[in-house]
């Protein structure tokens, strides 16, 4: 039986989820109660003398009437190392984030009926290494095999979420104004075509007129938001020649307080209004990790994927060729590469860097002045790349000798590029 393939979007304040519909070829949203919202507050209640606990909205009430503590802002304590103390008992972040994402999962399994995984896509708006390893960590613990789990931005799910639309919905510049208690977020994406390859871009940019949403309680601050955000509208949108205008995060799970600015992004524009479009997003990725190839025929360019193709020259059995290290528009993630080669009256590994969007190429090299004096063709070496950022290449380049005839030296060297 086909596994679920699922998208999972982890917030400090809400959880949301997506899965592949093998149906119909989309991304739905799973409503994970019957009438209720689609978001889930990321909030754990471990429950007074027991070892179950609450979570979500449930885990809201049962802190209220005193039935136990609660744990809430599981990412920033995925961010800091944080450790919670409950009763005495100390738990750290990847703990707790395990028990909520258990719960979430088994809910899912419910709702959807199937208890398999094929792959599951974790997007967040933090992006720090260190939150996402702990996130990792938490995921596999709550019972996602490693080799089936995979990360996302939002930018990379919110792009994957627009490319999965009707055609005429990116036509030209398409934006998103994302609005919650951790702030304010604008994006857009436009197309790059009458080239090849044709290229998808998103940029975001953190707004400084975010403000806290308790301000929606009452009609003055209501007027209020409506205000900033008109403001925010006519600023950064202007008389661009916009398609499509999404708005999502808590703020717009009801539209009825931002009836001017809906007004004036919705003149000569779509304007779609909803939730869970990062985690439908990261779905749409899940099912391209599922494939194993590409599902639409765009090189996208964004925060959490390399802009640049990285290539190694080498020569394979007296042909020219350029190893492609890393391509672009790849997760920097999953990005790189692991092999050998034996050094060709060289002392140095060149790699070629080039760019998609506008032609140019340079060479950046790594020097092997510490490697043992051989003779030609006699030196085998191994080459590692990886990413740790979306623009920081790391390499590492290991003597490996060559047979009984010349042992190891066990050097190696490593170096970071910036791309």
Known sequence: MQGLILGIDLCDDYCQAGYYNLQNN???AIEFDEGNSYMIPTVLCKL?????????????KSA???????????VTMCLKDGVATIDGVKYDCVTLTSVFLKKVLEKIKINLGSTTISQVVITTRNKNADAIHNIEAAAVMAGIPKEKLHFATHSEAYMYYVLAQKPDVYTNLVCMFDLTNDGMEYYELSITRGRKPQIAEAVCHELEEGFSLDILDTPQGRKIADKILCSCSERIIGKRVVTSVFLTGRAFDTDTWAENFINVACYKRRVFVGQGLFAQGAAYIACEHEKGEKIHPYTCICSGRIANRVTIDADYFGQARQIIAAEAGSSFREAGIDADFILDDSRKVEFGISGVKMPWQKKMAVLLDGFPQRPNKTTRINVKIWFTEDNVMQTEITDLGFGQFYPSSGKNVRQEFRL
């Open 48 to 60: 007074k003398d027991s070892d179950d606990w609450d979570y979500g909205e449930a885990a809201f």
């Open 26 to 28: 989309e991304s739905d």
């Open 64 to 74: 209220l009437f005193g039935k136990g503590i609660s744990v809430d802002k599981l």
